[in-house]
């Protein structure tokens, strides 16, 4: 049926050796940063045995799921062209918010009900201040981290406190083997969901895309930023308790910048352009992943951290490299 | 041609306003039902801003709209979308990074049941059913928008407004940047719409041949008010022209205004 307005009309294409070498890359964003994670994981199995252990496993799952949680929704909030600096600030506070509700004597589970709302809330205040007061979410961002951190270390006297909850809870909250990571992939899963085959998904491409076309298409933008804010708010407060419940520890220092940017390290590596208008969910997972087998392995072979900074640095700027391409080939037709 | 209650779109004494800007001092214009209207002038004489307000993505600041006689406020382009009313944007309104039929359904997305989940096999199947009927080619549904060419995007969004049967639509300058093969495709398209005669449609154009070519009546906007209101057959590409033109010498001979 498709080949009845199939046109022999052909678009232009991009030439040379590169397109050889970079198209399959391109084409298969995901797998290819999947393929990479397993030869870095083949590399460092060969180089010491104990990368393959149980424990490890675990260490790397640990590593990998509040970042990648965070790093969903940094990414729905990229795809539609705005960035929170601040959900690193919310992964700190949602916690202690927890611990004083809880105190207060409200039961857990109903605590961190209200500590997510609260952190909607931060999400809230942020897109009011980028969609209806026009900040740009740069700035707005930046304004948010300075305050929350300021607000999460005077309730908390600068001090952290040991987390709240029985053993059930603490099991299921993050604190069994691999609790972290069943959360992170069943979000994955709905993440997924939401952005590939959801209306909201395919509206917050557009507003990404061509805000002004999206808004002329009758697609509520603003609305559309703020959901986006509000849910990359409850990823990091939600990341931050599962956090604070895995350690025991609930601490004013936690998550923070480096939280958030290796949040939009995994979403940018995993193929998401800093412009809006595309990424995918998957990708932020795998992009995550990436950066903590890299951490992982490193730290097994007894590479410095000095040495780490350098090669995520480099991956850094090949993903950039490879997204700018991408979006390049897209507009003169190949890939 | 005087406006009768059975006119698809009239309007009365439209004014916008953008701060100091007025783009808009007061628009009467009426399009009759199945009419194709040509609205042409200058650039920077309201066109676009009018089409804006018949498909409510702009509020006016005075002035009535009515539909089938019937006066309305329009208030959203969802709202005018549900009255019927189908724009295509001078500026296409496309999402390069979507796929053609992604494009197609934006905001009028097919979903199942119970989950609301995106029906993409049902939405690729009708935008390829409807571009096949209006003859529009490209490579396939699932081709995103930024590989096509200019032309073919313009049928897309014509396609894309078609699509939902509108009743009134609005065509802001699709004929611009085309090349002449392209500018016939588009063209085609319009008269074999008018053919079927179950829409109204507003065009602006700058070609005048295109214009007389495709419409019944034309339209000239100077200023933001309507100076001219003529059949087709009644006037000719020198007039229009010359009628354009006649501003720029009026203003090189100091005597403008
Ligand atoms: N959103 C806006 N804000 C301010 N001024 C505008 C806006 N849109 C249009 N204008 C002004 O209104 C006038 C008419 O513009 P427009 O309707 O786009 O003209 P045309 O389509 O006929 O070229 C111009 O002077 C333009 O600068
Ligand atoms: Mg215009």
Redesign the pocket.
């Known amino acids: 049926m498709a080949r009845s307005i199939v046109t022999s009309e052909r678009p232009r294409g991009w030439s040379g050796i590169g397109r050889t070498v970079l198209a399959p890359f391109l084409r298969f964003r995901e797998s290819s940063v999947a393929v990479v994670v397993v030869l870095l994981g083949f590399y460092f199995w060969t180089a010491n045995n104990a990368f393959f252990t149980s424990d490890n496993i675990a260490t790397i799952s640990q590593l990998t799921a509040p970042t990648a949680i965070i790093a969903y929704g940094e990414t729905m909030l990229l795809i539609c062209g705005e960035i929170d600096l601040s959900v690193g600030q919310v992964f700190a506070l949602a916690p202690f918010i927890m611990d004083f509700v809880n105190q207060a004597g409200v039961p857990l589970p109903a605590s961190v009900v209200l500590a997510l709302i609260a952190s909607i809330a931060v999400g809230f205040l942020n897109g009011l201040f980028t969609v209806f007061l026009r900040v740009p979410s740069f700035v707005a961002t930046l304004g948010m981290l300075f305050l929350l951190n300021g607000v999460t270390l005077t309730i908390s006297h600068g001090f952290p406190v040991h987390t709240p909850g029985g053993a059930f809870f603490t099991a299921v909250m993050g604190q069994a083997g691999f609790a972290e990571i069943v959360w992170a992939l069943g979000l994955l899963g709905v993440m997924h969901l939401v952005l590939a085959h959801t209306r909201f998904g395919l509206h917050t491409i557009a507003t990404g895309g061509n805000l002004v076309g999206a808004s002329e298409a009758g697609v509520r933008v603003g609305a559309v930023k703020m959901a986006n804010f509000m849910l990359t708010s409850l990823f990091g407060g939600f990341a931050g308790i599962l956090e604070a419940v895995r350690i025991r520890s609930t601490d004013p220092l936690a998550g923070g910048t480096e939280a958030m940017f290796a949040a939009v390290v995994g979403a940018v590596i995993g193929g998401t352009a800093l412009a809006g208008g595309s990424g995918t969910i998957i990708g932020a997972m795998l992009g995550t992943l990436l950066v903590s087998v890299l951490k992982d392995g490193f730290t097994l072979l007894g590479v410095s951290a000095f040495t780490f900074d350098m090669i995520l640095g480099v991956a850094i700027l090949v993903a950039m490299v490879l997204n700018v391409r991408l979006s390049t080939l897209r507009r003169g037709g190949q890939v | 041609m005087s406006a009768t209650a059975a006119d698809a779109i009239r309007t009365e004494d439209i004014v916008k306003r953008?701060?100091a800007?007025t783009?808009l001092a007061g628009v009467t214009m009426h399009l009759a039902k199945g009419e194709v209207l040509g609205l042409i002038?200058d650039?920077?004489?309201?066109?676009?801003?009018?089409v804006k307000i018949l498909c409510g993505f702009l509020q006016p600041t005075e002035g009535r709209i009515y539909l089938d006689g019937r006066e309305v406020r329009l208030r959203s382009v969802t709202h005018a979308r549900s009255l019927g009313i189908e724009t295509v944007y001078?500026d296409l309104a496309l999402i390069p990074e979507l796929t053609v039929y992604q494009n197609m359904f934006l905001n009028r997305e097919l979903t199942g049941r119970p989950l609301p989940l995106l029906n993409h096999r049902e939405m690729k199947l009708r935008a390829e059913a409807c571009l096949r009927e209006m003859g529009v080619r490209i490579p396939s549904v699932n081709t995103e928008v930024a590989k096509l060419s200019g032309g073919q995007r313009q049928s897309i969004a014509i396609a894309r407004s078609v699509y939902s049967q509108a009743k009134v639509l609005l065509l802001d300058e699709p004929l611009a940047a085309m090349g002449a093969k392209e500018g016939a495709l588009i063209l085609g398209l319009i008269r074999n719409l008018k053919a079927k005669g179950d829409v109204s449609m507003i065009v602006i154009a700058h070609n005048y041949a295109q214009v007389l070519e495709v419409c019944d009546r034309v339209n000239l906007?100077e200023h933001g008010t309507v100076a001219l209101d003529k059949p087709a057959r009644e006037t000719s590409v020198e007039e229009l022209t010359e009628l354009v033109v006649r501003e720029y010498r009026a203003a090189a001979q100091g005597g403008h205004r």
């Open positions: 953008f701060g800007v783009a002038g650039n920077g004489a309201g066109k676009s801003t009018l001078q906007l």
